[in-house]
């Protein structure tokens, strides 16, 4: 892993007013995978950036129950 991680979410269909969390989890003991999140609009593009050199899983959070539609990138440097 790299230090640090560019997620870019591309909504097509989302929920005005509603942000989606994009979730930079850790494995934790005991716990699953858990770890700090931010948030992004989702329906208009929008990037966060995470600063780790350890494995991580990226998770996008919808809280509205909804289907959401989209692309995800992600770069490394």
């Known amino acids: 892993p790299k230090s640090k991680c560019t997620v870019t979410v591309?909504?097509?269909i989302g929920t005005p007013g509603v942000n989606m969390q994009v979730?930079?989890?850790h494995k934790v003991i005991l716990l699953g995978w858990d770890g700090p999140?931010?948030?992004?609009?989702s329906t208009k593009k929008g990037t966060v950036t995470f600063k780790s050199n350890k494995k991580r899983k990226v998770w996008l959070k919808n809280p509205t129950g909804r289907t959401w539609t989209g692309n995800v990138t992600f770069k490394w440097d």
């Open 37 to 41: 999140y931010k948030h992004t609009s």
């Open 10 to 12: 591309y909504p097509k």
């Open 23 to 25: 979730v930079w989890a």
